[in-house]
Every structure is written in C-alpha cells, then in structure tokens.
C-alpha cells in the first residue's frame, strides 16, 4: 500500500518534506492557507490544496483517510499550529509529527496530540554543539533520549584486531552497524584514485585506520567507546 503523507503548511520546511516524500515514492497531500506556496509544489505533489488548517470545517475537504502521517510543518505562527495539531488528533491520524520553535511549544504541541515534535533550531543546536565537543564523531542520529546512531573513526585500541576477538557488543555494549572503507591507489598514468565501500561486518573483519564506522548504543557507553 501507497504510503500517503499530509504536509500542512509550506514553507521552505514543508516544501522540503513534500520533495523528499516524492522522491521516495509516497503519496502527498499539501496544505497551506496561501495560493502562492500552494502553486509551488502543485505540481509535484499527489494533491495541493488550499485551506485554513485550523479550521475544523475547512479540513473536511481534505480526504484523510488515508493518511498515516501528518507532518504540522507551520512555523512561526505559533497557535496556528497547536489548533491544527489538536484538530488532526480529533480527525484521528494515526501519527503527528508537528514542528516547533521553543521548548514550551513543544510542551503543548505534546499535550493537544503530536505524537512526535522537532524543534529545528535547538535540534540542530545540539548537533552543532555535539560535534564541536566530540570532534573525533562524524555524525550522531538520536534514537530517543537514550540511545544513538553514531559515525567515527574506529578508537586505535581496536584497530588491527578481528571483531569476534573484540567481542565490542559484550566488552562495550556496542555493536557495529556498518564500516565505510577507503582505499587509495593510482591507475597506470599514475593518476590518483579513492574507491568507497561500504561493508557489513563479519566476525573476520578487521578494522583499519581509514575506515569510518556505524555503531548503536547507549549514549554513555558510546562516549567511554570513542576514548578507548
């Protein structure tokens, strides 16, 4: 089955989220309240539509049905968004993903029924400030408020050394997800030549220097793994 998204409110966010859904071949429906952002995405999206969200009247032009997921991508019109997000849960959409722009919005996002909330300026505040503070983590994907998802380069005390000696999931209480490797090399005019791969990895794998790693894990127990 075709999975079908609501984005209401299209500013560069919403639009954003409208594009990337396309490209994954879901089904869009765009809402916004002003014919200019709506003749924007029209003709990229499933459906466009124009309306006032917070309007309970209005929002039964729109078919939801079937859709699984409502993105309330509204930005600075703050009580716009809380009565949309409240109308939505009403209309009983299986999951409510609402943005918002300060920690009590988000609070009462929570309360009126977003199932999920991202503030965009204080997530990407703490991804800034995580990286300038880790340097050595080239990426970190929170997965709730305990675990993550984080790209480094494997610490020296366990380069050169097979994974089932390490036994990382038993001796760190993380595991390896993926190993993104690099190779150097020059072709026969001695032009210079980088080759990526991406490997899963094996008990026989052994990690090198060069390479980068995906892991999953406690968030404390990820930060002791990058000081080994």
Do not use: W
Not at 60 to 75: K, L, R, S
Not at 76 to 91: F, G, H, M, Q, V
Not at 159 to 179: C, E, F, M, T, Y
């Amino acid at each position: 089955m075709e999975k079908v998204f609501a984005v209401i409110g299209l500013g560069t966010f919403g639009r954003q989220l409208c594009a990337t859904f396309i490209e994954r071949g879901a089904a869009v429906i765009a809402i916004d309240n002003q014919a200019d952002l709506i003749d924007k995405v029209k003709d990229e999206v499933s459906q466009a539509i124009r309306v006032d969200s917070t309007d309970e009247e209005s929002l039964e032009q729109i078919p939801f049905d079937d859709v699984q997921t409502a993105i309330v991508a509204i930005g600075e019109n703050i009580e716009a968004s809380i009565l949309t997000t409240a109308l939505l849960k009403r209309k009983g959409i299986p999951y409510i993903l609402a943005r918002a722009i300060s920690e009590l919005h988000s609070q009462v996002l929570r309360q009126v029924g977003a199932d999920e909330v991202v503030n965009l300026e204080i997530d990407e505040g703490i991804k800034i400030a995580q990286r300038l503070a880790t340097p050595n983590i080239s990426d970190r994907f929170q997965i709730g408020s305990a675990l993550s998802i984080v790209e480094l380069k494997p610490p020296k005390a366990i380069q050169g050394k097979p994974l089932l000696k390490l036994d990382l999931r038993k001796q760190h209480r993380i595991s390896i997800v993926a190993i993104y490797r690099t190779r150097h090399s020059v072709d026969d005019m001695g032009n210079p030549i980088k080759e990526d791969s991406v490997l899963f990895p094996e008990p026989t794998t052994v990690l090198e220097e060069q390479d980068s790693v995906l892991i999953v894990g406690k968030n404390e127990d990820i930060d002791k793994f990058k000081e080994l």
